[in-house]
């Protein structure tokens, strides 16, 4: 039985996606496939080449890594992603997805086509950048002589491309959207127009899901909630232990713990 997770943008709010991760380390689900899609991508990113969620978080945290790719919002031009480039390659130095442990597909949406595309191969920093070009904010990221900007445009949670390899797919939404009254300023009117349009793709993916973890917590932080990572970080972690707990009579909740108990006798047998 394969077991695959689909991860989503939010930006800051991505750090939910370690505390995710974690959670189901320690639950001993193996995970067999992973997309994502923005701040999903970089978390998919760093777990499937060999960062623990933890190692993955403290990386990000100790080198600014989401405030270089998501700095304060300015109205002074589009930013150009060279400086987070160098500073991907610093954690991802031979800069390829043959390097995962896990497979990986990383959402852009390719501007010249007007469509989404998956990146599985090929240079994994490109591919990154690319998911997590915000549109408005930053120059497309060009590869070969396409123009790419962040996933969440057409496919912000990315189940489907899961389905049809893996018996059970878990998405991670971390960016649910409620009622917002306080609307001043371009920075947050950006932000909510992107979350409004964004959740309209992600009602589509959430049909593909056999378990959805989607942290109510993480309505009050914001895109640009950089300095609470370690907050976050717990808001995904302790959502799915939550999760877990109370759906544990859900067929792909018993699939899933049935499963991460055989490969916990397995790996006890094999010691012996």
Not at 123 to 135: F, G, H, Q
Not at 172 to 195: C, F, T, Y
Not at 210 to 225: H, W
Request: glycine share 8%.
């Amino acid at each position: 039985m394969k077991t695959g997770i689909a991860l989503s943008g939010g930006g800051a709010r991505g750090f939910a996606h370690f505390g995710v991760l974690q959670a189901l380390d320690e639950l001993g689900v193996e995970i067999n496939s992973i997309s994502g899609t923005s701040a999903g991508s970089i978390a998919g990113a760093f777990y499937t080449h060999g960062y623990s969620p933890t190692e993955a978080l403290e990386s990000i945290s100790k080198t600014n890594l989401f405030k270089i790719i998501w700095p304060a919002f300015s109205l002074s031009g589009l930013i150009n992603m060279s400086k987070s480039e160098e500073i991907f390659k610093k954690f991802f130095k031979e800069d390829t997805f043959d390097n995962a442990h896990i497979p990986l597909q990383i959402i852009a949406t390719n501007l010249n086509e007007g469509r989404k595309h998956v990146f599985s191969s090929g240079p994994l920093v490109k591919a990154i950048m690319a998911s997590s070009c915000i549109p408005f904010i930053f120059d497309p990221i060009k590869i070969g002589s396409e123009s790419y900007v962040d996933g969440g445009i057409v496919n912000n949670l990315p189940t489907e491309v899961l389905r049809d390899n893996c018996d059970i797919v878990i998405g991670v939404n971390v960016a649910p959207v409620i009622r917002e009254n306080e609307l001043d300023g371009p920075k947050r009117m950006i932000e909510r127009i992107s979350m409004v349009s964004i959740n309209a793709n992600v009602s589509a993916s959430k049909a593909y899901c056999d378990i959805l973890i989607e942290p109510t917590a993480l309505r009050k932080y914001s895109t640009f909630d950089m300095k609470k990572a370690q907050e976050i970080y717990e808001v995904g972690y302790e959502s799915t232990m939550h999760f877990i707990d109370t759906h544990q009579d859900e067929p792909a909740v018993i699939k899933l713990l049935n499963k991460a108990k055989e490969k916990t006798q397995t790996s006890n047998t094999t010691a012996k």
